[in-house]
């Protein structure tokens, strides 16, 4: 392994303390170690919004807590759904009396964690609402579209919905925009290496060089093929493509398009495909309101890319430009 | 080769036809393909600040041109410095009355052609001066400490320099921080992976997995010696330790701490790299007034860590939390 740790067993909890030492005024631990939390957490009269799910993602998903986004995340180990107690731990600390959204992937563990955690709130007299995120094409067809992963896009969900409650909406009110948000967003991955989880040692699965595996997901879950590695602009038009005929927007839409590493991928890399990405989405008729390129949602060291592409209206627009302070990420 | 581009011979120029179609509101070509400038360069009044030097390090070099920090930079092709005609566009284009200020890294061919460009532009009657960066303790000892290279530290000087800039402080004044900054900063670096030149095709060198090579430069250039991979504490004590020894800071100093990634190493394992750095750095009686913890100085897909410490006295911390705003780095 080409990677820094000390022990396997602490990778999760090393990485928390470290995390925490670095941002002292913007983060803070819940009482559980594996609950991250905005420094000022709970905000008075404000919506509370949290996520949670494996590590292994960053900036996915603590990475989006702070101010104009998210107010908490529970946090697992690799690739691993945190606990419905470390739910309930960031559910507990968050809440500002005007009830809290959950946001996250569509996965088995932390949908039934997550439910879990929403039941034990709701005995604390916490009123909590889910949306939950679907946003990889590859994953399964658009008649099944409830069975697709979560993946990058839910990022311009914790934007918008961070935005929006940031602005004093209802809990009503900020959930809809989330669910708005992702009923506009779609997203493809194309992965070029696998990656190692720590307490495992070696690669989930084998992907030699050269080839590439179109579709696969964050943790390295199957894609629709595997082929000889295409140039950047090739793979680029075969993401834009995937993602764009099934988000289907109408000529003159306006979108926002990331443009995303998975780990090990350089930022030149991804400024390639962007641009033949770029020209693709205008060819069809579409301004880009805004462009993220970098890393938004990663596995570990794994060598890839993704797309997404948000199709926006004006007031999910003013949203993602709203501003925005988390040590990951800052807008306006 | 696990990477996204076209034609090696257009690599740069595709990543930065990417790079300006992604961000036109804050980024714009100069006459030349291969110079940089803030899309409302120049800025009358202001001090112009300019960087330059070889692509494959993402953020650096370009990454830092935007509001409260450069104003343009000069892009080579990977690993290999712009020309001097490059730089004197950038100089050209960005230069807003009040003089410019070069800062970058301590290499050959960058040295020889921005001091070709100084000559150039002062026969246009555009007074230049000159910040070298040469922050890697690894590369040379103290005692000829003119001759060491220049790697991330370089970012702290474009943030405080480019603040005093924006400030409206005079040529004098910017140039007197960069240096002050400077005078207290040092990195070094360890790789655990060498990196690919796409026209080249194949790696520089070769480092087997399991082993690290303290001290290896940006560039693949050799490092004090190749040993065993050691645990992220003992890696983080090794480059604290260098660099805090040949800084000498006082206990009570307060000093920044940049924990950044070379390019494959993924975010979760410089946290855990940090938390280690953080104990040391206070158990020396010092304060961290900042972290920086991501990717701020790469070598494209290598996989590694960089340390850097830089001492602050009040003003210097004042700039280094001005506002800055550009495609890659926020503040404030």
């Known amino acids: 392994m080409r990677r820094f740790f000390n022990n396997p067993d602490t990778y999760v909890t090393d990485m928390l303390d470290g995390l925490v030492k670095a941002y002292p005024k913007a983060l803070a631990f819940g009482d559980d170690p594996h609950a991250i939390v905005r420094a000022d957490a709970p905000v008075e009269g404000k919506v509370a919004l949290a996520t949670g799910g494996g590590s292994g993602h960053l900036p996915v998903f603590l990475g989006y807590v702070g101010e104009g986004m998210l107010d908490g995340c529970a946090v697992g180990d690799v690739f691993n759904s945190p606990t419905a107690e470390q739910m309930l731990d ?15 992937g569509n996965y088995g563990g932390d949908v039934m964690n997550f439910d879990m955690s929403t039941e034990m709130a709701e005995m604390e007299d916490i009123e909590v609402r889910t ?12 008649d099944e579209a409830e069975r697709r992963r979560g993946v990058a896009g839910m990022v311009f969900a914790f ?16 959930e809809e925009i989330a669910k708005r948000t992702l009923a506009g967003t779609r997203s493809m991955g194309v992965a070029l290496s696998p990656c190692i989880i720590p307490s495992v040692g070696k690669p989930g699965f084998d992907l030699a060089e050269g080839e590439m595996e179109i579709g696969m997901g964050i943790h390295g879950e199957p894609g629709a093929k595997r082929e000889t590695l ?3 602009d090739e793979v680029a038009e ?17 979108v926002a398009v990331m443009m995303n590493g998975l780990g090990a991928t350089p930022p030149e890399d991804l400024f390639i495909l962007y641009r033949k990405v770029h020209e693709i989405v205008e060819g069809r008729g579409l301004s880009v309101h805004k462009a993220y390129v970098g890393e938004y949602a990663t596995s570990m060291e794994m060598a890839g890319a993704s797309l997404t592409i948000c199709r926006l209206d004006d007031e999910l627009a003013g949203l993602l430009d709203a501003p925005a302070r988390t040590p990951f990420f800052q807008e306006g």
């Open 159 to 174: 934007k918008t919905a961070g935005a929006k409650a940031a602005a004093g909406a209802s809990l009503d009110e900020v």
């Open 230 to 232: 295409q140039s950047a």
């Open 238 to 254: 075969r993401l834009a493509t995937a993602v764009l005929d099934d988000l289907a927007p109408a000529s003159g839409d306006r």
């Open 90 to 104: 960031v559910t507990r600390r968050i809440h500002g009396g005007k009830g809290v959204l959950y946001i996250y």
């Open 131 to 142: 949306v939950i995120v679907a946003d990889d094409v590859a994953s399964a067809g658009p």
